[in-house]
């Protein structure tokens, strides 16, 4: 595979076509539309359009945003690199001059692998041996290509949410898997909230388990629970689906801490509940030095619960 670029030309503007639904893979806000645009009114293009010859035209590779700059300024011309080669080298160059201008936020790493993939036919296991995901900031594996492939697919507002960081990458592989409606609700809920990725991950799944087990949809069951109405920050709003995932724990999780300091264990000792405890079982935790301390304190425990020390905490067996 190979490719090059001629030397600069300098073209007619009209003679150039955005290819930015083929090729561009930025994924910024108006914000920097607008600033790019101000800056072309004023200095001109300081880095020329990278573009293929198409018929009589040619089309824009890299630099639609600044194509478009440079229309509504009302210039004539601009100065162009030809580009010859295939699609591969192509992408190549793509990902070199983008990243000369900066860490691709996670949105764009979506972008990119997913029209790259459908612009030159390549897999994710010819992906990860080229080194591609190694530049882009992923592990060398085509199954790292997972969430990226999800999240590009995604509407551009949802897009844009992964861009400025308002949602973890990282922590949305449970949608990735979730019909494609429930996925947006999902989004759409957290929409404003900014949740670290593990507890976005939790929150994901509770509301999926939620709706499922009741066979609705997240929609139907978040307008139910009214939550399109919640007022509240990120882990406010973990705490109510929580509260409506597990309604046994979320009810006794003050009562529970009370009911095993009353069982007065040894200070080695406690007693705890699984995350998602709805009741049936306990966990005995005890910490040890040796084994002398492991037998002193398992027969003080046997002792205890013998005595009736730990019927408190039976309800929570039941």
């Not at 994924?27 to 101000?38: F, R, W, Y």
């Not at 390549?122 to 992906?127: Q, Y």
């Not at 409606?181 to 957290?190: K, M, Q």
């Not at 593990?198 to 999926?208: G, P, S, T, V």
Request: proline share 4%; charged share 30%.
């Amino acid at each position: 595979m190979s490719g090059e670029t001629s030397g600069l030309k300098t073209l007619p503007v009209e003679l150039l076509r955005s290819g930015e639904e083929i090729y561009s893979f930025s994924a910024k806000g108006e914000e920097h539309q607008k600033a790019l645009a101000e800056s072309v009114a004023r200095y001109g293009l300081l880095r020329p359009l990278l573009v293929l010859h198409e018929g009589e035209g040619y089309l824009v590779a890299s630099g639609s945003a600044r194509l478009r700059a440079l229309k509504e300024a009302g210039m004539e011309e601009a100065p162009c690199a030809v580009f010859k080669g295939d699609e591969s080298s192509l992408f190549d160059l793509l990902l070199e001059e983008a990243l000369a201008s900066g860490v691709l936020n996670p949105a764009e790493i979506c972008l990119y692998l997913k029209k790259r993939m459908e612009r030159t036919g390549e897999d994710a296991e010819t992906l990860a041996r080229s080194g591609v995901l190694e530049k882009l900031g992923l592990p060398p594996r085509p199954g790292a290509m997972d969430d990226p492939l999800f999240v590009a697919g995604l509407p551009k507002e949802e897009l844009l949410r992964f861009a400025k960081g308002e949602i973890p990458f990282r922590g949305v592989r449970i949608l990735a898997s979730a019909p494609r409606g429930d996925a947006l609700t999902v989004l759409e809920l957290t929409r404003g909230l900014r949740i670290g990725q593990n507890k976005f991950h939790d929150l994901a799944r509770q509301l999926l388990e939620c709706a499922w087990r009741e066979g609705i949809t997240v929609k139907e069951w978040a307008k139910r629970e009214k939550l399109y109405d919640f007022k509240g920050d990120g882990d406010q709003l973990r705490e109510k689906v929580f509260s409506l995932r597990y309604p046994t724990v979320a009810g006794w999780s003050a009562s529970f801490l009370d009911d095993a300091k009353l069982a007065d264990l040894p200070a080695n000792v406690r007693v705890e509940h699984s995350k998602g405890f709805e009741g049936g079982k306990l966990r005995l935790i005890i910490s040890f030095g040796s084994l002398e301390e492991l037998s002193k304190a398992a027969k003080e425990v046997e002792k205890k619960a013998s005595a009736g020390d730990l019927d408190p905490l039976l309800k929570y067996l039941e």
